[in-house]
């Protein structure tokens, strides 16, 4: 039998369309959590009919653009609303659009990886936490990521930087709240053919070449030697959700097979 953790927790999941965020929405169902499922894209209804068949004690969606503030604020709102308060949010939005050397990347693009990978944590952190100091308690896990020591994906490590940094000085400031901050910093992970692609554009060879690189840099440098599937990241989320982990706070958890970035 697995044990219910999040039986009568109000559980928020960004990015909860696919890949970790998914995974991570049907395991909390599965401990019995009541979820807010929040994503740009519809398919996150799906996930919600899969959440319920899970267990979850009950399922709310908000279909939003995280990468606004008045967006982050909106899902904040409906969960508050809905189930009276927030004890746990799981900042997962974000991911590499493009795989490139950084001289390649033009102006367009570098604020576009910031905007994609910083922005939405920040700002539904900054929505949350007014809610968590009221109820005197709260826990946010952060999805950053090993790339912050990696190949063509600047702007990227750039952005999963910030959220490491905002997850310790989250941390620090809200301690005093018996509100905990942590995050996850997944290695090389196989998500399957995504249904909402990062970047529509067909690749070059030259890009191909750029993005086997990291593909291989993933691999070669997990002791495993193979990339993670989304429910072993999911676990390790899950964890720090937890009160498991109930003195951990201001810790970047590397879940890179061994590799520590």
Not at 170 to 189: C, H, L
């Amino acid at each position: 039998m697995r044990v219910e953790r999040f039986e009568n927790r109000v559980v928020v999941v960004t990015g909860a369309a696919q890949g970790i965020g998914r995974a991570v929405a049907l395991q909390m169902a599965a401990e019995k959590a009541s979820l807010l499922l929040v994503d740009r894209s519809e398919f996150v209804k799906e996930v919600a009919e899969e959440a319920l068949d899970a267990g979850a004690a009950s399922v709310q969606i908000s279909v939003v653009d995280l990468e606004r503030y008045a967006d982050a604020c909106k899902a904040v709102d409906l969960a508050v609303s809905h189930f009276g308060r927030i004890d746990i949010l799981i900042n997962n939005v974000g991911g590499t659009i493009w795989v490139q050397p950084y001289e390649v990347y033009e102006e367009v693009q570098i604020e576009a990886e910031i905007r994609r990978s910083l922005f939405p944590t920040l700002w539904c952190s900054h929505a949350v936490l007014a809610q968590m100091q009221k109820q005197q308690s709260g826990v946010i896990v952060n999805v950053s990521s090993l790339a912050t020591r990696s190949t063509n994906r600047v702007p990227y490590a750039a952005a999963k930087g910030g959220v490491n940094a905002l997850t310790v000085c989250m941390a620090f400031e809200n301690a005093k709240y018996g509100i905990r901050v942590n995050a996850v910093a997944p290695g090389g992970t196989d998500v399957g053919p995504r249904r909402i692609p990062r970047n529509s554009e067909a690749m070059s060879q030259l890009e191909k070449g750029w993005y086997q690189a990291i593909v291989d840099e993933a691999t070669e440098t997990s002791f495993m030697k193979r990339y993670s599937v989304p429910e072993e990241q999911a676990n390790a989320i899950l964890f720090l959700a937890s009160d498991e982990a109930s003195y951990i706070t201001g810790t970047v958890l590397p879940v890179g097979g061994g590799y520590q970035g």
